[in-house]
């Protein structure tokens, strides 16, 4: 089955600075690449998605690259705000592979540093 | 448009009671995915229904667990006779298709 690792476990960066979060992935046939945003106590919030038919994706100041060679898919967060601060995951399935359910990833908290 | 909902929010079950949790999905999804949590890890795949149909459980543990999507109402996860490691925060996905999921705010289930 599929096996997602991500890294770093924990992120501090500076308010106004760029963060990124990287994620590799063991199953080629893998073909939709998701990152969630959760907050204490709450569940996770879709900020984010890609399909193996693009390298990359932006919205605002989020984006996510995948590299499906190798792959690893990321996601940039820039100019980061105290808001940002939360823990994120990503995860990866087969779409259209009869068992959709998503492999995660364990997480990165990210601290934003006022 | 509401989104995921699910009750209850927190739920304490002493062992070997029966926990049930509900999960309605947001309007016009026909699709539900069933995720569990411990803490400091990642999330957990268990099981994806469509209505009255069970798809893929082969994250659900074989005993004492079971989900149900009727025709009309919310999908069920049922955990018979609770031990002390089913303590998690359980959390349901719904989708319009087999695609984006979005989750629900997740039941938090403590066994005593």
């Known amino acids: 089955g599929e096996n997602v690792e991500q890294h770093p476990s924990t992120l501090s960066v500076q308010e106004g600075d760029s963060a990124v979060i990287k994620c590799t992935y063991s199953?080629?046939?893998?073909?939709?690449f998701p990152w969630y945003k959760q907050e204490l106590g709450k569940g996770p919030q879709l900020i984010i998605d890609?399909?193996?038919?693009?390298g990359e994706k932006k919205d605002q100041r989020i984006a996510v690259t995948l590299n499906k060679t190798a792959k690893h898919f990321s996601l940039h967060i820039t100019e980061t705000q105290p808001e940002d601060s939360a823990v994120y995951f990503c995860?990866?399935?087969?779409?259209?592979?009869?068992?959709?359910?998503?492999?995660f990833g364990k997480g990165t908290h990210l601290i934003i540093q006022p | 448009n509401a989104g995921v909902m699910q009750n209850p929010r927190h739920l304490v079950r002493r062992r070997g009671q029966e926990a049930r949790l509900r999960c309605s999905p947001m309007?016009?999804?026909?699709?539900v995915y069933w995720y569990r949590q411990l803490p400091e890890e990642g999330l957990k795949f268990m099981v994806y229904?469509?209505?009255?149909?069970?798809?893929?459980e082969s994250g659900m543990p074989k005993e004492r667990f079971s989900a149900e999507f009727p025709k009309e109402g919310p999908s069920i996860l049922r955990i018979q006779q609770v031990v002390r490691g089913d303590s998690a925060a359980y959390f349901c996905?719904?989708?319009?298709?087999?695609?984006?999921?979005?989750f629900g705010p997740g039941t938090r289930l403590l066994v005593l």
């Open positions: 890609i399909r193996s038919n693009v």
């Open positions: 996905a719904s989708s319009p298709q087999s695609y984006e999921q979005y």
């Open positions: 995860a990866a399935n087969t779409l259209g592979g009869g068992a959709d359910g998503l492999t």
């Open positions: 229904l469509q209505k009255e149909n069970i798809i893929d």
């Open positions: 199953d080629s046939a893998s073909n939709y």
């Open positions: 309007k016009g999804h026909s699709h």
